[in-house]
């Protein structure tokens, strides 16, 4: 079972990543994706705002997706929400598994999926007092179209009809 | 029907959530309520002005433009997501 | 330039992480691969034997590899030597680089070659007193070979001939 | 000529290294090199027994069977390496 976060807090990579072999000897391989909050054009913060009610719903339909397709010992996610600082993590991902290969792809597909299928958006502020939305990379909807389309079934009670989650199409024509 | 605005759409709207009760003969779909609130007020046109930069999502999933609404669901309307 | 080290002592995850991103607004995505020891078929140790004139230099060379072939700001891989408890790390990867794809593929690549390429033997020792040195696989020897051949040239004064490293084929005949 | 050995070849030899004086005639490359230490002991002898399991470095660099060896070079004589 995935362990998923929302929150504003920093988080502490060390004892996510202990608590991903603590009482263990099964796992082999973790790995692991920081996603850090970049200075770039002077930028001073970057804001993120997400959908609460949402949110969490997403990231374990996304790590049970992951945990489908990949034999994992352990999975990770944490995302923070509010201002965060230039160098200051934004993003967590940890995976765990008794073999490098699954822990690696999982961490990628994660971090890919996560991109174009959770319930956040970036605002940045910068030191002259303007701000922007970030805008979604095509480049980030093709890494997630890489890895293909769902294959985890929907957990039972997740909401009634069994639409695939996706992020591609716009929500009018 | 309780809608949603998040990131510019909250902005250029000046709401984060309002309730909405769209005629149900008329409002069907997701494509439905956007034209319908659409006409709400001028903020409202501004940030549906694009519809291909919005997204929606029904009851918390992701939703297309032909997914049902009814009374009673919450809508929420957002631009393409950016975390990670 | 990479840091590259192999040790007996267990290294600092935290801290070898913040060294890669400490004083920068660049870094936007760190990649890390931790290889841990399993406990398989009642293991007690796991014992790793060197090649001490040549392992840094290999090392040095798979990392400055990763370096040409993705724009990285920062790179460390930590081996351990010596005995080594089930559960405890043996080796970590950390990529740094502005964007995440740079980062995920040369931690990959990083600890593919490193397994294939860099003067490491395993020797398993077991609760009953049996030792087994561990094999080579041959799916290491695939995986490591999905990234083609070396593309960085020698570092100056690193050995005569400039023979390309490499591992797949035999001593003799 | 310095020789190593690590791992099972060591264990098998009994030696972690040695130092070895080949004719540079007859002894010019990775393979020949074999040949002359195989037969130095029943330890060499095993330890080379089977060449596809064992790999060289010539002066720290990864070998082949063709690569020259001459005095005053290290060669090191191990199985396909393990890290990671």
């Known amino acids: ?173 | 029907m309780r809608v949603l605005y998040f990131a510019w759409l909250r902005q250029k709207i000046g709401l984060a959530e309002e309730e909405a009760a769209p005629p149900p003969d008329e409002v069907r779909d997701v494509a439905g309520l956007i034209r319908w609130l659409a006409a709400r007020s001028p903020g409202h046109a501004a940030a549906f002005a694009e519809p291909r930069l919005v997204r929606a999502a029904v009851n918390q999933e992701f939703a297309t433009p032909d997914t049902p609404v009814a009374p009673g669901d919450e809508v929420a309307f957002f631009p393409p997501v950016t975390g990670g």
Chains 1, 3 share one sequence.
Do not use: N
Not at chain 1, 70 to 88: A, D, Q
């Open chain 1, 1 to 173: 079972m995935a362990t998923v976060r929302v929150q504003e807090a920093l988080f502490d990579l060390a004892a996510e990543t202990a608590a991903l072999t603590a009482g263990r000897t099964d796992v082999g391989a973790v790995a692991s994706f920081l996603g850090v909050c970049r200075a770039d054009d002077g930028l001073a913060a970057m804001v993120l705002e997400h959908y609460p009610a949402m949110t969490e719903r997403a990231l374990r339909r996304i790590a049970a997706e992951a945990e489908a397709r990949w034999p994992l010992t352990g999975c990770t996610v944490i995302h923070r929400v509010g201002r965060i600082l230039p160098g200051e993590p934004i993003v967590l991902v940890l995976t765990a598994s008794t073999h490098r290969a699954a822990a690696l792809e999982s961490c990628a597909f994660l971090i890919d999926w996560l991109k174009t299928r959770a319930p956040f958006w970036k605002c940045e502020e910068f030191a002259d007092g303007t701000r922007r939305w970030v805008e979604a990379r095509a480049d980030d909807e093709a890494a997630a179209a890489r890895w293909g389309e769902q294959v985890a079934a929907d957990a039972p009670g997740e909401g009634a009809p069994a639409r695939r989650q996706r992020e591609a199409e716009p929500a009018a024509e």
